[in-house]
């Protein structure tokens, strides 16, 4: 009895197994560079509600895909990662509720005032956390030496001095015009005549 099978054959009508699997022409740059981009794009509640409203998160592979990125926050990639509130909603869009809001304007509008205003305020948000340090000793430094008095440049007879030179030295007959004294002047003067 030949049930087609020989000495080393394969079964008829089964492929063979490749004998070079793919292997990934850029060793996976081109796939680490798109996931990055769209991870971080994820930072945009506006982009999240586009998401949305076209159903992307319906869709059973799409939030397959979103558990999938969540590697993003392991340290050895978080360094890439330029936006880290796109990590924030990453977590966010786990949550089904969560998905289903972002299809609302209104609540696309409340995620992005929240998030301007903790841009906003990040700063003074980032000082709270810090540990304060005290203040190093000073080190004794020897007293200040008074700076060396600068002569005046002489002026030579065949030179015309500068206007410039005169304004604000003391001791100069040039008198410092201040425009809003006199525009102030002017207007009492309208005022009392």
């Not at 586009?50 to 590697?71: S, V, W």
């Not at 990590?87 to 299809?103: D, G, I, K, P, T």
Request: with cysteine; hydrophobic share 30%.
């Amino acid at each position: 009895m030949d049930s087609g099978k020989g000495d080393g054959e394969r079964p008829v009508g089964l492929p063979s197994a490749p004998k070079h699997p793919y292997k990934d022409p850029d060793d996976g740059r081109q796939r680490f560079l798109l996931e990055l981009e769209f991870v971080q794009c994820l930072a945009n509640p506006t982009y999240i509600h586009y998401l949305a409203q076209n159903r992307y998160f319906e869709d059973d592979a799409f939030i397959g895909y979103l558990k999938y990125l969540q590697y993003w926050q392991r340290p050895e990639y978080i360094k890439f990662i330029m936006y880290p509130h796109c990590l924030f909603f990453l977590e966010l869009l786990q949550n089904a509720s969560f998905r289903n809001a972002m299809a609302h304007p209104g609540s696309k509008e409340l995620a992005h005032r929240q998030q301007y205003f903790y841009w906003k305020n990040y700063r003074n948000n980032r000082l709270k956390h810090i540990v304060r340090r005290p203040l190093p000793e000073p080190a004794v430094a020897p007293p200040p030496t008074p700076p060396a008095p600068v002569p005046p440049m002489p002026v030579t007879s065949m030179q015309a001095p500068s206007p410039m030179q005169f304004i604000g030295q003391p001791g100069s007959t040039v008198p410092k015009v201040d425009m809003r004294n006199s525009m102030g002047d002017r207007r009492k003067r309208k005022k009392e005549g």
